[in-house]
T-cell receptor
Framework: ELKVEQNPLFLSMQEGKNYTIYCNYS?????LYWYRQDPGKSLESLFV?????AVKQEGRLMASLDTKARLSTLHITAAVHDLSATYFC????????????FGGGTRVLVKP | GAVVSQHPSRVICKSGTSVKIECRSL??????MFWYRQFPKKSLMLMAT?????????EQGVEKDKFLINHASLTLSTLTVTSAHPEDSSFYIC???????????FGEGSRLTVL
């Protein structure tokens, strides 16, 4: 069964501190995505990770992929209020024709 | 600018009526588009894969006759919610994959409220 598990489901952050969101998946994948969703809005693409060891960074966000462990992490450095949103990882499974399966999402609230 | 345009962004309808949602790929031709559904504070659930010029492929548990998908051109897919009921109220999002980069772009979403 194709599963994508994200944790934590909710993350209360203090401004200026660092945090990590984890995304585990159940079987071989050839691509992993991270998205941000603001309340009432659609998804904004953050990163696409295509290979083992891939690391991408944009501002205070950094995503990495370990295909052997079937794990991706989204690291937030020195959190700021603007990063409050829900973050989703999504995995393309070859067995499913590369359709995306989404994790449950991590709701992030950055407090001053 | 937007790569995928979805319309309408919000729609309110009465039970029993049908509602059509459009998804347009603006930057490239898309032989495949995807339709997702999202309940409040939940993740996205793939409903169906829309294939240009052929029948859509529906995910298990999704009623084909209720959620009609038409992909008549390389830039337009439509989702019609037929005989809508209050439990169909949800956020519907379409997406398009860039075949060159593999990146997936999402429409702005359509919030359906059935009274």
């Amino acid at each position: 069964e194709l599963k994508v598990e994200q944790n934590p489901l909710f993350l209360s952050m203090q401004e200026g501190k660092n945090y990590t969101i984890y995304c585990n998946y159940s079987t071989t994948s050839d691509r992993l995505y991270w998205y941000r969703q603001d309340p009432g809005k659609s998804l904004e693409s953050l990163f696409v990770l295509l290979s083992n060891g891939a690391v991408k960074q944009e501002g205070r966000l950094m995503a990495s992929l370990d295909t052997k462990a079937r794990l991706s992490t989204l690291h937030i450095t020195a959190a700021v209020h603007d990063l409050s949103a829900t973050y989703f990882c999504a995995v393309g499974f070859k067995a499913a024709g590369n359709k995306l399966t989404f994790g449950g999402g991590t709701r992030v609230l950055v407090k001053p | 600018g937007a790569v995928v345009s979805q319309h309408p962004s919000r729609v309110i309808c009465k039970s029993g009526t049908s509602v059509k949602i459009e998804c347009r790929s603006l930057d490239f031709q898309a032989t495949t588009m995807f339709w997702y559904r999202q309940f409040p504070k939940k993740s996205l659930m793939l409903m169906a894969t829309s294939n240009e010029g052929s029948k859509a492929t529906y995910e298990q548990g999704v009623e084909k006759d209720k959620f009609l998908i038409n992909h008549a051109s390389l830039t337009l897919s439509t989702l019609t919610v037929t005989s809508a009921h209050p439990e169909d109220s949800s956020f519907y999002i379409c997406s398009v994959r860039d075949r060159v980069t593999g990146e997936l772009f999402f429409g702005e979403g359509s919030r359906l409220t059935v009274l």
